[in-house]
């Protein structure tokens, strides 16, 4: 399957002719330093090439979830294909491009799909897919662009004074993802979005705790300034991999701080039906065993990136195979 791509479709209106090509310029280094199918078609696809196209990037980029989609019901297996395929590719646009006004650029022109999505005229065919998911269970829009707030976030914001400053980026980051989880499975009240959002938060900050210094590679430290001023860690410290005591100790309370919140989430489980309840219960035990993992290594992440062995994957899987033939207790992970 193939788009053809117009370089000058989508160019922000932005007052100015001068400022257009500036833009349209900038949007198009972006783009260029991305899969060439990311970018927006001339004309937008039949929904079946859309369909097609949400399917394959979602199992060839995503191990993951390739594995969860193994438990999903045959009626949902597209709808998601075609939130992760949203997901994917709103992140690639702010995380794999590495030109902060480029990566910009993209993200507003993504913004205008999405607004076309919700008025009926999307090209890209993400959203010629996503707008048959939006109809069928009545996504607000605000869960979509909510994600895009956060990545542009990520070519401002590079340090977090506060725990509560992490919280409110994982508002955006993460849990609008659960939010779209629950819609698609039925539900869109404000007691499991709430749930879902410790779960979410959770899995994010262990996906932090994980990649210290991958992240810092990029520039980012999400670790919040007054724990590193509290346990007396410098981001030299970070950034020469230095496992010193102070910052595992660091590590230490920043672990049990993100099981304290997949904890608070637990609930969800027995709130949902047996179909979602072994996804909750097979995400939160991978997110639980990344920190059992760094818990493990004595907290010394720099340099030394926890990972999940293969026999523990294949134990979740087979934990969540069992628990979809024979029900979930509602005990999910410890």
Not at 109 to 135: I, M, N
Not at 168 to 188: D, E, F, K, M, T
Request: glycine letters at 6%.
């Amino acid at each position: 399957m193939g788009f053809a791509i117009d370089n000058h479709q989508s160019t922000i209106n932005i007052g100015s002719s001068s400022m257009n090509t500036a833009t349209q310029n900038s949007a198009s280094l972006g783009w260029s330093r991305l899969p060439a199918t990311y970018a927006i078609p001339v004309t937008a696809p039949t929904l079946a090439e859309a369909r097609e196209y949400c399917a394959q990037l979602a199992r060839s980029h995503y191990e993951n979830f390739s594995v969860a989609s193994w438990f999903l019901p045959r009626r949902l297996r597209q709808h998601f294909f075609n939130v992760y395929a949203y997901c994917r590719i709103s992140d690639d646009l702010g995380d794999e491009v590495g030109d902060t006004q480029a990566s910009l650029d993209l993200l507003d022109q993504w913004q205008h799909e999405l607004d076309a999505c919700y008025d009926g005229s999307p090209k890209h065919p993400v959203f010629v897919a996503l707008a048959e998911t939006v109809r069928k269970f009545d996504i607000p829009k605000h869960e979509f662009s909510d994600l895009l707030v956060a990545f542009r976030q990520d070519q401002a914001i590079t340090r977090f004074a506060t725990f509560d400053d992490v919280l409110a980026y994982c508002h955006y980051s993460a849990n609008p993802v659960g939010h779209l989880v629950l819609y698609l499975c039925g539900y869109s009240d404000s007691a499991r979005q709430q749930l879902s959002d410790f779960t979410c938060t959770a899995l994010q900050l262990a996906n932090f705790w994980q990649d210290v210094s991958a992240d810092y590679e990029k520039g980012r430290v999400y670790l919040p300034l007054e724990d590193l001023r509290r346990f007396a860690v410098s981001e030299e410290d970070i950034a020469t991999k230095q496992n010193t005591p102070a910052f595992c100790s660091m590590m230490k309370f920043e672990v049990e701080r993100a099981r304290d919140w997949f904890h608070r989430g637990l609930p969800l489980v027995g709130k949902v039906d047996r179909e979602l309840a072994v996804d909750l219960d097979l995400f939160s035990r991978g997110g639980m065993e990344i920190l059992n993992a760094i818990e493990k290594q004595s907290y010394a992440v720099l340099g030394n990136r926890p990972a999940i062995s293969k026999s523990r994957k294949l134990a979740l899987v087979g934990h969540a195979a069992m628990a979809k033939l024979f029900g979930l207790s509602g005990k999910a992970a410890r």
